[in-house]
């Protein structure tokens, strides 16, 4: 037995040995009024094995989305779901189901009761989409939000207390993190489409990119522009990607997915199997303001995970890298992207969201979303932050950089401090003496951060603090200023750049060479 989200559920030792009879009748109608369904599952592993659309979608009495089908009258009536769930793939998948509601893909719903729903549901929507189950919400949650994260699934009733269908404000819906009407979490087809649930389709970047992608999570844009993605579009027809048994450096070579990296299984005596939890390789979790270490956020979310430290999930994830990749080699991409990730925390992240929390009482508005400087500091860290954290994370340089911080950098110099100036500005003399306290302290938090004097972490023997912003006020260490001329000219020196060009080696344009 096994005990999925409140939901006891138990295994089969074997699938049928042939078609049931039940499943013969559902083909029968269904492949004149869906045929494409039953393609779709004739080609599939499960028709293979014997398990049709009745292994799959009967019910027993009592179950709350349990309904006679094709009518609820006559002799080939049978007691079915709609929605199969993750507890009803567990009678054959325990081990994947386990490992898939222990990750954080199970937990997509959880945005349902968050302020990131806020969005949808207020600033970007209204209250006007209505069915019989939902009454009064936003279409933008509907379509946007819910559509990848999942939704809690409503289950209609006539007036004689019998199924009559699933609320269409929920359903359909593949959220990886659907609330489900047995009380399971998630959606297998969210990466295994219905009806081929095809292995070959999950191993696919494109899978990954209906919901990771975007400019708040573009792993999939990040993915193609990489050299990771690059090799795989060129040498598609190398990958055997349909094959059972699927590890890098044996069964392929050519270039790794997102499954590859994620959840297939490595080489080696101590390789690891195939894992439908894709949190377990790991080491930073960049979906918050400042990036943390995963068993922190699993923690939180109480899942086992809590209890596998980020230095193990590297490990794991090393083991994925060393198919194509050397140690070294591997270990200097970590020296890489650790250092981005610490950048972007001590100088922009941690002052960034401190001042923010310091500054809230002094906004015109106290309501979020409502303030200019809320959108700011929330495409910093949620939009342009996460893109400089996947690029370095992904080996994209163009989204770690152009996307990333050259956006972070413009945005928190540009609008952000000015905007927190002017707030201090207004309410440093105020008559108010809390907003004034307020003001006096963003005061001195900002010129601590302007002079490198902001602390990020007070150690025993030293004080890590936020540096790199003294440029901001023209107040550049002499130090730092020697070296970046020292720079230019060793750069000028190295390519034979003359005074007359800019860096990149392009004349300037000159008034005659206009007139010309």
């Known amino acids: 037995m096994l005990l999925l989200q409140g939901v006891s559920v138990a295994s089969v030792d074997a699938p049928p040995e042939t078609l049931s009879e039940e499943t013969k009748t559902c083909v029968e109608c269904h492949k004149g009024d869906n045929p494409g369904i039953v393609q779709q599952w004739g080609a599939s592993k499960h028709y293979g094995a014997s398990v049709g659309c009745y292994e799959c979608h009967k019910a027993d009495e009592g179950d709350v989305d349990a309904f006679l089908h094709p009518e609820k009258t006559g ?38 009761g ?23 919400e936003s279409a933008a949650v509907v379509n946007g939000c819910w559509q990848c994260h999942g939704t809690e699934v409503k289950v209609l009733r006539d007036e004689e207390g019998d199924v009559s269908g699933l609320d269409p404000a929920t359903w359909p819906n593949t959220g990886i993190g659907r609330l489900n009407p047995d009380g399971s979490k998630g959606s297998c087809t ?20 209906k919901c990771h992608m975007g400019p708040d999570h573009p792993q999939y844009e990040i993915y193609i522009e ?25 069964d392929y070579s050519a270039a790794p997915t997102c499954a590859t990296c ?16 894709v ?60 250092g981005q990730i610490n950048m972007y925390n001590d100088k922009f992240a941690i002052p960034g969201l401190a001042l923010y929390n310091l500054a809230k009482p002094l906004f015109a508005k106290q309501i979020k979303f409502a303030n200019h400087i809320d ?62 306290k307020v003001a006096e302290e963003l005061r001195v938090m900002l010129d601590k951060l302007y002079h490198d004097e902001f602390v990020i972490d007070e150690g025993e023997d030293t004080e890590r603090k936020s540096t790199g912003h003294r440029w901001f006020i023209g107040k550049m260490k002499t130090e730092e200023a020697n070296a970046r001329t020292q720079e230019i000219t060793d750069f000028k020196s190295r390519y034979g750049v003359d005074e007359g060009q800019d860096k990149f080696g392009q004349d300037d344009v000159k008034k005659d060479d206009v007139k010309k």
């Open 75 to 112: 002799k080939n009536s049978k007691l079915i779901s709609t929605i199969v769930s993750p507890a009803d793939c567990n009678n054959c998948h325990p081990k994947e189901v386990k490992e898939y509601t222990d990750s954080h893909h199970a937990q997509g719903g959880s945005i349902l």
């Open 114 to 136: 968050s302020m990131d729903n806020l969005l949808a549901e207020v600033v970007e929507g209204n209250l006007q989409f209505s069915t019989e189950g939902t009454p009064a």
């Open 190 to 209: 969210a990466c295994h489409s219905r009806h081929a649930f095809s292995v070959g389709q999950a191993r696919n970047p494109e899978n990954c990119g």
């Open 226 to 250: 990489s050299k990771h993605g690059i090799a795989f579009r060129a040498n598609r027809d190398k990958m055997n990607i349909d094959s059972p048994k699927w590890i890098a450096g044996e």
């Open 262 to 277: 994620h959840m297939s299984a490595t080489t080696g005596d101590d390789g690891l199997g195939v894992s439908h939890d």
């Open 279 to 338: 949190g377990l390789r790991i080491s930073w979790t960049n979906r918050p303001p400042v990036s943390v270490r995963p068993e922190i956020s699993d923690a939180k979310m109480r899942l086992p995970g809590a209890k596998i430290k980020w230095d193990e999930r590297r490990k794991n994830m090393k083991k994925a890298c060393v198919a194509c990749h050397n140690e070294k080699f591997v270990d200097g991409f970590y020296t890489q992207y650790d």
């Open 375 to 436: 959108f700011v500091w929330f495409e910093i860290w949620h939009h342009e932050g996460r893109r400089s954290r996947h690029g370095a994370s992904m080996m994209g340089p163009d989204w770690t950089q152009w996307h990333g911080n050259y956006e972070v950098g413009k945005h928190f110099y540009t609008y952000y401090l000015p905007e927190l100036e002017e707030l201090v500005e207004k309410h440093i003399h105020s008559d108010d003496a809390k907003k004034k």
